[in-house]
């Protein structure tokens, strides 16, 4: 793609404000002339800097890359952590929280301190921490920091203060929760092994507390050595020295016996008993051959043995397939007695865990349910059922189900159309879940009294439109439009999509929505637009197809002199071609070279076809090829349903289609709409020999580009990603005229086309690259009849205003400075059946520039938005009123002209990652936040602003971020998130025999205080972790909630753990009492028995 022409700088820097005049009205550069006063307008503006405040609310998605899982069983919360340092805790539906490490290190294993309300996490830069989950926004209270070990494997036993921290060197140590300082207290590989053992037996990779006794330590190590550690003796028990290497190892719930996992993809199973060799080995995938040996497996990675009071107990792994299967899925194995059940995964699996009803690892340990964490996808199995359904996942998990290429954010829409939208999208819903309820149901969320109906929609790689409910912080699917059903199959290896774009010829560059009317356009990557209607009925229809010739030719000059030689517009020398059906046919189309001439990229369904309700193409224009030359991308486009019109605009020209009459109103080169007002002197260009490239999509350039060419590829390529760090002034200041002028923004609306008139028309507002703005005005039949039959005449062009920089947005203001909405239809279903005495008939709203200004008025006020400045230009006298630089050194990449508490601001996102607030009409700035330091494609490409101080942009491939720019929404933020903690009983142990807790060696009498505290262990040396305080630290934990509510529910816990506290002593006292009883009663009897016995009748 060649680069974009760029302002000029001499014409850029001529005037002191950057001001320019355009050449219809004063100097061709210089302030404009007879530029009225601020004065003279007299808008009160309510915005100041305080209204505004940057912060993240909520993300959506999948987390990306996932790494590790953990789920608290009695909170019933779940987290998720990544490769990139963020944490994802997962409630009921609205309980969603995102934390982030400061030190973006790859989260390897988490540890939820159960029912407490805390979470650790151990990074890859080996460090612990220790997050609150008692405050709606959770945050570090503690960090240790290990220097000199790395950390393998983490351990932390229910209702114990102790976590057990094992390391690559083979050592453990052990860490204390509530000071995170670590004990004297360590096991040393060296000593866990025998001193005779030659080799290093490896990292850790496994450590637990048998169920039986809380004293005793199994320590796996990766070479296949296995030892139980006795904690109070400071010595092995037994030591198993087993020849094939460890994954994991799953204790059965009495702590007589355990299994392992191993690389060759067996599973061994030990009995206290006799260690010296497994009881079972199974190689539950590995067929005996006809020559009788095994087949080889792959590693099973994780196993769990969860025993069952009524049924055989299950068995549960990952991986462990046979290697010669090629093509094989990832499987998780489901054993249970005798049955094996394979479940296939679309994804690999990065963990599993399942989930039980006790969070006692000494009682029968009931599972219910499997959770799943693939690298794309997270799924739960239920166990209840023998055929193990899938819960239907109620978090938006598939927002990447195909890669997103770009997104709308609409706040405030119709209330209606969201329950409309749901009803027909939930016909097309997956059946064969499970009818259990989701069984990750923790925390607490309410519907905020700040939410109001609010839609995203995504674009997808494969053609496909996602519609959500973003209401109240929250993301649900709603409707799904598969945009490749309006064209035939391209047959595979050949057509003309394989030439234009290998993968995804469908994919969706840019949609246009406008929920009054429910008219929905789609541009894609292969130069095509489809135009959406919506119907509450089924139908059978036949699309339109329109096909434009929107190309220039390689001989072009573009000198305004010679504009009459450009074939690029219908009828050569008129303003207003006459409508027409197709495109002019074209010599060159049956070639003997079979050069590709007058043909689009896909083939539209000619036949009629069966729509069901929802959203139904009724229109399809496509550019077509020229000379072999594909079809430029479409980089800007705008529909309004009021006038019946579509215009949208490329590098090459501009076209105006009438969908209502389906013809082409306008097909016209950029430089044939100036007419003989152009404001540069243009030089010859020399004819273009290099082929253009339009794989954009799956290819992102290093050019310096438009960014409007950069926003419309696709992020289906992650992998070259820019980030837009760099400087474009090169490609501002180039002298090197022979870049096309693009189309970069349009807008259609009420305005006045020239500073005669009087009042308003309808009008089409164009900008392109090069900072021009174009007013082109246009007559439309009023009357329904008319305007079904007569054609809609589109005058020469009127004013010209400039800009620096790249044209992205207008918006268009009264002269009360309050907001003009574009006119809309009302929505009308054209399939309901005919009601006789209410015949159809269009109903247009219009928001007319002039019907709320009798005190000042006519005329209104236009707001423009280029990549370097904005202006705020008073119409129809066209003199700018008011100018801003935005940045020098940077560009714009999004501006939307937004409401925010009951006004109106300029919102714009910069390459540097700047976020700014511009009030309007004054461009005086507000917010200026250095939010992302370093922008990359994705984000540039899919960041948009909506109404009411809200945000969005995609974070990763997976996910979407919304963040608000309101200090009213941040205030009440809080209100609007869940909470992950809600006070909860911790379930009572089960009751055991007392000879079975007093011989049993219970784990009530083991006391790791005594052990691990600092009296019994000494310190640990200081060199081998460093505490870091978190920023959290105390205050965290005092503003764990807000307001009194917290303070009740804090002194509450308090007061159960106390309680709790209380009456385990209590029984370990009556315990102990007993206890005491009975040794005195037995001593008493032996006394008398031995009485009367001489010392040596012994």
């Not at 030689?565 to 009828?571: A, D, K, Q, T, V």
């Not at 089409?764 to 305007?787: A, H």
């Amino acid at each position: 793609m060649k680069k974009f022409r760029k302002v000029l700088d001499g014409l850029t820097t001529s005037s002191p404000g950057g001001t320019i005049g355009s050449p219809s009205c004063g100097s061709a550069a210089g302030t404009p002339t007879a530029a009225p006063t601020p004065k003279e307008i007299d808008v009160q503006e309510t915005l100041v800097s305080e209204n505004f405040q940057l912060c993240k609310t909520v993300r959506h998605g999948f987390p990306y890359q996932p790494t590790a899982l953990a789920f608290d069983p009695v909170q019933k919360i779940l987290a998720i952590g990544s490769r990139s340092g963020g944490v994802r805790i997962l409630g009921r539906p609205g309980v969603d929280c995102y934390c982030q490490h400061e030190s973006g290190a790859a989260v390897l294993q988490l540890q939820f301190l159960i029912n407490e309300g805390a979470l650790v996490t151990a990074c890859a830069d080996d460090t612990l921490h220790l997050w609150n989950l008692r405050q709606r926004r959770p945050a570090v209270l503690h960090s240790l920091k290990f220097n000199r070990e790395r950390i393998t494997f983490c351990h932390l036993p229910f209702q114990s203060k102790w976590l057990y921290v094992g390391t690559e060197r083979g050592n453990t140590h052990i860490v204390n929760i509530e000071s995170f300082v670590l004990s004297g207290y360590v096991i040393m590989w060296n000593k866990a092994i025998e001193l005779s053992t030659k080799t290093h037996p490896g990292p850790v990779v496994h450590l637990s507390d048998s169920p039986k006794d809380e004293g005793k330590l199994l320590i796996g190590f990766e070479s296949g050595t296995i030892v139980q550690w006795d904690l109070r003796g400071k010595k092995a028990d037994f030591r198993i020295y087993y020849d094939e290497a460890i994954h994991s190892v799953s204790w059965h719930h009495e702590g007589k016996q355990f299994m392992c996992s191993h690389s060759d993809g067996s599973l061994t199973m030990w009995n206290l008993r006799n260690t010296t060799k497994p009881f079972q080995v199974t190689f539950p995938h590995g067929k005996i051959q006809k020559d009788g040996r095994k087949e080889s497996c792959k590693p099973i990675l994780k196993v769990e043995y969860k025993t069952s009071r009524n049924s055989e107990p299950f068995i549960i792994f990952s991986g462990g397939l046979s290697y010669d299967k090629a093509g094989r899925r990832p499987a998780l194995t489901i054993m249970h007695g005798k049955a094996i059940t394979v479940l296939e995964m679309d994804y690999p699996i990065v963990e599993f865990m399942a989930l039980c009803e006790t969070p006692y690892n000494n009682e029968v340990q009931e599972p219910y349910a499997v959770v799943v964490l693939l690298e794309k996808d997270l799924i739960v199995v239920d166990l209840t059922q023998s055929n193990f359904p899938v819960f239907e996942n109620p978090y938006p998990m598939d927002i990447h189900e195909s890669p997103v290429t770009c997104t709308a954010y609409f706040a405030e829409c119709p209330p209606d159309i969201i329950p409309i939208l749901y009803s027909i999208g939930a016909k097309h819903k997956k059946t064969g879940y499970s009818q259990k309820e989701w069984p990750v149901s923790g925390g607490t969320w309410t519907l905020g009294s700040h939410t109001y109906p609010e839609i995203i929609i995504t674009g997808h790689a494969d053609g496909s439109i996602k519609f959500w409910d973003a209401s109240a912080i929250t993301l649900q699917m709603l409707y799904k439009v598969k945009t490749s059903k309006v064209f035939e199959k391209p047959k595979p290896g050949e057509g003309r999509a394989a030439e234009l774009v290998e993968e995804d010829p469908f994919a969706i560059q840019m949609v246009s929505w406008c929920p009054q009317s429910r008219i929905f356009c789609v541009v894609g990557i292969s130069a095509h637009i489809i135009l959406y209607r919506f119907s509450k009925y089924d139908a059978n229809t036949q699309i339109v197809s329109l096909e434009v010739r929107l190309q220039c030719e390689s001989e072009d000059v573009i000198t305004p002199s010679e504009n009459e030689n450009n074939p690029c517009f219908s009828e050569p020398g008129s303003h207003s071609p006459q409508p027409h059906h197709q495109h002019p046919a074209s010599p060159s189309s049956g070639t003997p070279e079979g050069i590709k001439d007058s043909i689009p990229c896909l083939k539209v369904k000619d036949r009629m076809v069966r729509v069901p309700p929802g959203y139904q193409a009724e229109l399809v224009i496509q550019l077509l090829w020229v000379d072999g030359e594909p079809p430029q991308q479409i980089t800007s486009l705008d529909i309004n349903s009021a006038y019946g019109l579509l215009a949208f605009g490329n590098c090459n020209g501009l076209a105006v289609v009438d969908y209502l009459q389906k013809t082409i109103l306008l097909c016209m080169s950029t430089l044939d709409l100036y007419g003989a007002a152009d404001p540069y002197q243009r030089l010859t260009r020399s004819p273009r020999r290099n082929r253009q490239s339009t794989s954009g999509l799956t290819e992102l350039s290093d050019n310096q580009q438009s960014i409007d060419m950069e926003r419309s590829k696709s992020p289906t390529s992650e992998s070259r990603e820019n980030s837009f760090s760099r400087s474009r002034s090169s490609s501002v200041s180039s002298i090197d005229r022979d870049t096309k002028e693009a189309i970069t923004t349009l807008q259609l609306g009420e305005s006045y086309g020239r500073k005669s008139d009087a009042v308003p028309t309808p009008c089409l507002w164009v900008g392109t690259s090069l900072g021009v703005v174009l007013l082109i005005p246009m007559s439309i039949p009023t009357d329904q009849e008319e305007r079904m039959e007569e054609p809609v005449t589109i005058g020469p062009s009127g004013a010209i205003l400039m800009l620096k920089g790249s044209v992205l947005r207008f918006g268009f203001l009264d002269c009360m400075g309050a907001l003009i909405q574009s006119p809309y239809e009302v929505w009308r279903d054209a399939n309901a059946p005919e009601d006789p005495d209410r015949p159809r008939k269009r109903k247009l709203v219009h928001f007319s520039p002039s019907s709320s200004q009798d005190t000042c008025g006519e005329g209104h006020l236009a707001v423009v938005c280029s990549e370097r400045q904005a202006k705020v230009f008073l119409m129809p006298s066209q003199s700018c009123l008011f100018v801003h630089n935005i940045t020098e050194s940077s560009f714009v990449l999004r501006a939307d002209v937004v409401s925010v508490c009951n006004s109106v601001c300029l919102a714009c996102f910069c390459a540097n990652g700047h976020v700014m607030t511009l009030s309007l009409p004054s461009l005086r700035p507000l917010m200026d936040i250095n939010y992302l330091p370093l922008t990359d494609m994705r984000i540039a490409r899919t960041f948009c602003f909506t109404n009411g101080g809200q945000a969005l942009y995609l974070s990763s491939p997976t996910e979407i971020q919304r963040i608000t720019y309101s200090q009213e929404m941040c205030d009440n933020l809080q209100e609007m998130l869940g909470e992950l903690f809600t006070p909860i009983e911790t379930p009572e142990a089960q009751n055991r025999g007392f000879l079975k807790g007093f011989f049993g060696g219970n784990a009530n009498t083991f006391d790791r205080e005594e052990l691990f505290g600092e009296a019994a262990a000494g310190k640990a040396s200081r060199s081998l972790a460093q505490h870091i305080p978190g920023q959290a630290g105390v205050e965290g934990m005092k503003v764990a909630a807000s307001g009194v509510v917290g303070d009740l529910a804090r002194a509450r816990i308090a007061l159960d753990e106390r309680g709790q506290r209380l009456g385990e002593l209590e029984e370990r006292t009556a315990l102990m009492m007993t206890s005491a009883e009975t040794f005195s009663k037995h001593a008493h009897e032996l006394m008398l028995k031995c009485k009367d016995k001489k010392w040596y009748q012994f």
